[in-house]
């Protein structure tokens, strides 16, 4: 993903890791998508901008802390968006 597409992207998703704040390194924000049988392409993939957008609608912004922690099943991300709604 191209720097000027990854800022439109992390801006659509709220600018700042969902679960920790963190928003200083964009390299450091990663799009975790929150069911993984819903994942169509990986966001670095090149599409349209609607495309993109429509997956990253399934996708939640963390940094890469609290990316690896979910993936190792230190978070249990599913308590972070019951909190959401």
Request: charged share 25%.
């Amino acid at each position: 993903m191209h720097h000027s597409a990854k800022i439109k992207a992390v801006q659509h998703k709220g600018g700042r890791c969902l679960l920790c704040g963190y928003n200083r390194c964009l390299r450091a924000l990663h799009f975790h998508h929150i069911n993984a049988f819903e994942k169509s392409f990986n966001i670095s993939s090149k599409n349209s901008w609607t495309k993109i957008e429509q997956e990253l609608d399934k996708c939640v912004l963390l940094c890469s802390n609290c990316h690896n922690e979910i993936e190792s099943g230190i978070i249990d991300l599913g308590i972070f968006e019951l909190l959401k709604d």
